[in-house]
């Protein structure tokens, strides 16, 4: 008979009995260790959180307590450290493909990232598979000013549509693995990004001044 802890992970509580639990806690220290030298560590593992929290959600249904075999399962899902060495470089920064790395089908979000208004248009533009949200941009506007009716449809998607929020949202918006790999790779690519713009608002600012 084995004890059982209740955890909260990804803001969802849990009860885990005592060998999964111990388990899950090394995983996710080893992917803190993993990522210890990334400037987003700590948002790639809060991002690997969510994502396994969603997971043991889907799995349990009606049963109330994880068990091993849950944690094995989602570990094997998720990818383990010593799979992502390459011998020259992390492979959650390579394009190699790996035998979990299946698509799964794209979910339908807002792009909190590539928004003008609510990010209706870049999430139903990564959605339906097209690169530039600009041609989505152009149908609403076309519906807006040559049929009159734009508006609508654009804020009642704006209301039922959920807005990509997760690294794991993000990725199944454009229906790739939510992985570790994955997971990596976006947050890392978000970071990227906001230095960018950080530094041009820095030069901006100096310019001005």
Request: a neutral charge; one cysteine or more.
């Given at each position: 008979?084995?004890k059982t802890i209740d955890i909260?992970?990804?803001?969802?509580?849990?009860?885990?009995?005592?060998?999964?639990?111990?388990?899950?806690?090394?995983?996710?220290?080893?992917?803190?260790?993993?990522?210890?030298?990334?400037?987003?560590?700590?948002?790639?593992?809060?991002?690997?959180?969510?994502?396994?929290?969603?997971?043991?959600?889907?799995?349990?249904?009606?049963?109330?307590?994880?068990?091993?075999?849950?944690?094995?399962?989602?570990?094997?899902?998720?990818?383990?450290?010593?799979?992502?060495?390459?011998?020259?470089?992390?492979?959650?920064?390579?394009?190699?493909?790996?035998?979990?790395?299946?698509?799964?089908?794209?979910?339908?979000?807002?792009?909190?990232?590539?928004?003008?208004?609510?990010?209706?248009?870049?999430?139903?533009?990564?959605?339906?598979?097209?690169?530039?949200?600009?041609?989505?941009?152009?149908?609403?506007?076309?519906?807006?000013?040559?049929?009159?009716?734009?508006?609508?449809?654009?804020?009642?998607?704006?209301?039922?549509?959920?807005?990509?929020?997760?690294?794991?949202?993000?990725?199944?918006?454009?229906?790739?693995?939510?992985?570790?790999?994955?997971?990596?790779?976006?947050?890392?690519?978000?970071?990227?990004?906001?230095?960018?713009?950080?530094?041009?608002?820095?030069?901006?600012?100096?310019?001005?001044?």
């Open positions: 008979m084995n909260n992970l990804g803001g969802l509580p849990f009860t885990i009995d005592d060998d999964a639990y111990e388990k899950l806690d090394r995983y996710l220290n080893s992917l803190e260790d993993y990522f210890g030298d990334s400037e987003g560590c700590k948002e790639i593992v809060a991002d690997i959180e969510d994502r396994i929290a969603e997971l043991f959600k889907e799995r349990l249904k009606k049963r109330r307590i994880v068990n091993l075999k849950d944690v094995n399962s989602i570990i094997d899902m998720m990818g383990r450290p010593e799979q992502f060495e390459d011998g020259t470089e992390t492979a959650y920064r390579s394009t190699a493909r790996r035998p979990l790395d299946i698509k799964t089908g794209k979910r339908l979000f807002r792009d909190p990232d590539d928004k003008i208004v609510g990010g209706v248009c870049a999430g139903l533009s990564a959605y339906i598979g097209i690169e530039d949200p600009v041609w989505m941009r152009l149908v609403f506007g076309l519906l807006f000013f040559g049929a009159g009716i734009g508006v609508i449809p654009y804020i009642i998607l704006w209301i039922v549509m959920p807005e990509a929020k997760t690294s794991g949202d993000k990725l199944a918006m454009r229906g790739e693995t939510a992985n570790v790999s994955n997971i990596a790779k976006t947050v890392e690519e978000e970071m990227q990004n906001l230095g960018k713009q950080i530094s041009k608002f820095g030069k901006g600012f100096k310019r001005k001044n």
